[in-house]
């Protein structure tokens, strides 16, 4: 009787916290001028295996379906993104600014913030190659985070630039097809003993070393901390060359977000990334990109472990009624009176809820109050007049009830 | 270049009318006080053969995870709500009133309003054995095609009773174990001649006939329609004792909801299964239960065809804008001033756009138009102040940049 491991069943009180998320993210990402999309849940599997290698397939949910085709449950929406910016852009106006909110899959272990399946936002900007997109786009990931009542104090983005590395090995004489494998040796730097990244290193041990003592400059940096400061969001931010992202697509500036305590994963990354949309659709669009996803797992975990976002979150939720309005049905009688005055409130946008067998007036109270309704209105002696009771003040009225939408209409305000 | 056989693409245009059928579907749910919740999607395989036999897993997307369990995508929804329920009934107060929106899949051949994957509405009501929840039921069902502007011109729902029927099989004396084959031959009677249909019932031919002639009558029907009628919804409802629905699990109240042209499948369909999360949790939890499923992609098709829905959707959309504000840069040098504008306008809310780079302000006002913005507003020339320009009405007036927001604020209120 349980949901498949790394699966979630979401209660009405799971759900409404899920909502309260997809509320936050759509509205933020629609404040920014993104437009909402989405793509199929099922992709053919050659789409992963064309971004990402082999070695993605090891962590896919994939089979062979009635119609012999290798399938798979999307894992990312970047694959997706490629094929039907591909297939489409010529019908848009570029940039394109869009997001996505939709459901991804992995089959990974089980671990804290990590499940089989996520949820995530993906905003993208498609066709536009200047740094200020990358500073709306990280502007966009913060106010993200603001709406949850997120702070500086709670959140640092780690911002980095994947050219100030790329420039550096060009600098050193280093040749192309060994830069990746170097990038990961400095993304994994963090986790590792400096001894252990020296001798992997080698004689570019000294020079490495120096650049993330340094702290890292480079003028795109300065750039966009500028544009972030122009915006107030600069105290969100640290330079940290150290991320350069595992993902051999990336570009340009990229960054991740975590929770300031260091406890959690990350709550984002994203990035520039200039060539992979040409990559993946073989040369059908070459355009300069960038996105990042946020999940809803981490963020959750970091909304829930912070009173004030916590505080936020449970209010918004109690404020968003269930029921407004509960009809305390005092004699069978008044039920069909009652049903038309249910039908009416309804009809004007009202959650309406009532009693649908016989029950005492004192346990349908309880129901009306235990369901968050703010009045309930009483249908039995003072008929034809009803009484309208303010659940939070207590306070009650008597309303004839041909004035009850009206009555009701000023109360509910 | 192509999404998968029966998967769809949802570009911006058609993610708007998903996401405005979503809209409608949750609202009007939540007036009759359905409280939204979701399960996985996937499931092990065997929660769906445990409902309706081996037949089913033909029609499944079903494959063996990574940890060798077979698991499927979810082919509907009442299987994992009885898992859920039986597995949470204790911790809620009864009936539970759940409505949920998710996607679907079934390998099936495609044709005209049938994909492999749709998105449904469900709504159930569990725990309560009276009629009115089958009323309020149905109720809700026309209230939500209403709500795209749909009337009873347009759609109609045949309300039929399978107790109608067991009560006459039972009273010709005909075993139980013979029910099913008779029931679905009924159902199938419609679509069959006559004389096929005498044919298969044999003796029961004569009485059937009888039954359908006289349109069918039964108490429970009478109370059905005269609670729709109290709410003004019985010129939406046809009793119609053809319907019984093919699968086995429905014991009382069923109706399905059609166009009334008669050209498209089935809308929505439902009714009462009584016994069925009993049996499918194992005896863990013995509760009445009704429910009915809508699908996004017929009723998308009716929406599309019935002009007074399709200009409401149309409308919504429209009104609902992308952008209210957009921000012409005139002048490079005033780009930094422009973004902290930018930066607060966002915080109170409102949707903005800008080029990311430099453009000619004709270019920019046209963006700003094609956006659907409501306002432009300049910053160039006038500097310390600003030019805010009405696009609707073409009016413009020269406002200091301190007084901006409180402008905008009067503007777009």
Chains 1, 2 share one sequence.
């Not at 550096?168 to 990244?197: C, H, M, N, Y």
């Not at 544009?227 to 595992?246: E, F, P």
């Not at 008929?383 to 009206?406: F, H, I, R, Y």
Request: proline residues 4%.
């Amino acid at each position: 009787m349980q949901p498949l491991p790394g699966f979630r069943d979401f209660l009405p009180s799971d759900c409404a916290r899920r909502n309260y998320i997809f509320g936050k993210w759509r509205e933020v990402a629609r404040r920014y001028g993104f437009v909402e999309w989405d793509g199929p849940i099922l992709e053919p599997t050659e789409l992963y295996r064309k971004k990402s290698g082999d070695e993605i397939v090891g962590q896919l949910f994939h089979f062979v379906d009635k119609g012999e085709r290798d399938v798979a449950l999307r894992p990312e929406l970047t694959p997706t993104l490629a094929r039907v910016v591909a297939a489409h852009e010529r019908e848009f106006k570029k940039p394109l600014k869009w997001f996505s909110i939709g459901q991804f899959f992995r089959y990974e272990k089980q671990q804290r913030g990590r499940l089989r399946e996520h949820f995530q936002l993906n905003c993208d900007i498609i066709g536009e190659a200047s740094l200020t997109a990358d500073i709306d786009l990280i502007a966009l990931a913060i106010d993200l985070l603001r709406s949850f009542g997120l702070s500086e104090t709670d959140v640092v983005i780690r911002l980095s630039d994947r050219q100030f590395w790329t420039d550096f090995l060009r600098s050193q004489g280093v040749a192309e097809d060994r830069w990746q494998e170097i990038l990961e040796i400095i993304d994994k730097s963090e986790r590792e003993s400096p001894e252990k990244t020296k001798e992997k290193l080698g004689e570019l041990a000294a020079p490495v070393f120096n650049l993330l003592a340094e702290g890292g400059k480079s003028n795109r940096l300065n750039e966009v901390m500028n544009g972030l400061h122009t915006r107030g969001l600069a105290d969100y931010v640290n330079v940290d060359v150290r991320i350069v992202r595992g993902l051999a697509y990336y570009t340009g500036i990229v960054f991740e977000i975590f929770d300031r305590a260091g406890k959690l994963r990350a709550i984002a990354g994203g990035g520039r990334y200039d060539n992979l949309i040409s990559q993946l659709s073989d040369g059908g669009a070459a355009l300069p990109a960038l996105g990042f996803a946020m999940g809803d797992v981490v963020l959750g975990e970091l909304i829930g472990e912070t009173a004030r976002a916590r505080e936020a979150m449970d209010k918004a939720i109690r404020d968003d009624h269930p029921i407004e309005i509960y009809i305390v049905i005092a004699k069978e009688e008044r039920r069909e009176s009652a049903s038309r005055h249910i039908q009416a409130l309804r009809d004007h946008g009202y959650r309406v809820d009532y009693p649908l067998t016989a029950a005492k007036v004192p346990k349908q109270f309880q129901t009306a109050e235990q369901l968050g309704a703010r009045v309930a209105v009483l249908f039995g002696d003072e008929w034809p007049n009803v009484a309208v009771k303010n659940l939070a003040s207590g306070e009650q009225q008597s309303v004839p009830q041909d004035k009850l939408l009206e009555h009701l209409k000023i109360t509910l305000k």
